[in-house]
């Protein structure tokens, strides 16, 4: 599991990576809600591009974030899940919170 | 498929421990690669897998010397996989199938393991006795060759 968080003008950037299971998704919570106690963002974006392998205590990781940005004012949104994640999203009816990002294959290509 | 003669199969026994979640479902998965399954097929067995696993450490178990037993067969057309502990059990199965439903709403669980089981196989049994354990069994086809 790694966890890189990037801390931006008023959001949070958790780019998550290698396996979300019930065993590292306590940890990733652990570091996570840290991080958002103390910077207070407005928007929490779970970056999942690194994301190799997802179960359902993926689900209960956006679940119990999206909580926790509301309880404070916030949103969240879910970025490049794997197949297997999107599977699991939208088991979970929680689909609305991807944004639909695939990642870039010619060079780098990114303005903006 | 269980009617047949299986060609392959193992036995492997394991306490229940979080850190054991990734070592079950890349066993279960190494295994079946023999059949040469799909990225796809690969995915849903890993997944189905650790959540059969994780119900056994999160629910089954208050204790992690418990032991988790899975049992897997390859046949020609598939995979059988049976993940049994000796645990606490479950009253009643159909509420805990039920999706989203989950015993442990502090723990952030998302009430989803039966879910992700039945739709990432083709089959799907659960049986449970009350202070003896809970059985799961799941089959899934393998490169879309016959029916169970």
Do not use: W
């Not at chain 2, 421990?17 to 849903?44: C, G, K, M």
């Not at chain 2, 890993?46 to 204790?63: F, G, L, R």
């Amino acid at each position: 599991m790694k966890l890189n968080l990037i801390r931006g003008d008023k959001y949070l950037c958790a780019e998550i990576g290698g396996d979300i299971d019930h065993h590292t998704a306590m940890q990733i919570r652990m570091r996570l809600d840290g991080e958002i106690e103390r910077t207070m963002p407005q928007m929490l974006i779970l970056d999942m591009s690194g994301v190799e392998f997802c179960d359902s205590s993926g689900i209960g990781l956006i679940l119990g974030r999206q909580r926790l940005m509301q309880s404070m004012g916030g949103n969240l949104t879910v970025k490049n899940p794997s197949d297997t994640a999107r599977k699991l999203i939208t088991l979970a009816g929680l689909s609305y919170l991807i944004i639909n990002r695939q990642p870039e294959k010619k060079g780098d290509n990114k303005n903006g | 498929m269980a009617k047949k003669e299986y060609v392959n199969y193992f036995k492997l026994s394991i306490p229940a421990l979080s850190r054991n979640e990734s070592y079950a479902r890349a066993a279960v998965a190494a295994f079946a690669a023999q059949l040469d399954p799909t990225i796809e097929e690969i995915n849903d067995i890993k997944a189905a897998v650790s959540e059969a696993v994780t119900n056994c450490i999160v629910h089954a178990y208050s204790d992690p010397s418990g032991i988790i037993d899975i049992t897997a067969r390859l046949y020609d057309s598939g995979i059988y996989i049976k993940i049994r502990d000796k645990g606490c059990g479950i009253a009643d199965i159909q509420q805990a199938m039920t999706p989203l439903y989950t015993s442990s709403p502090d723990s952030e669980r998302a009430g989803l393991g039966f879910a992700v089981m039945e739709s990432f196989t083709d089959r799907l049994r659960v049986s449970s006795a009350v202070g003896r354990g809970t059985t799961v069994i799941m089959e899934k086809n393998i490169g879309k060759k016959a029916v169970l």
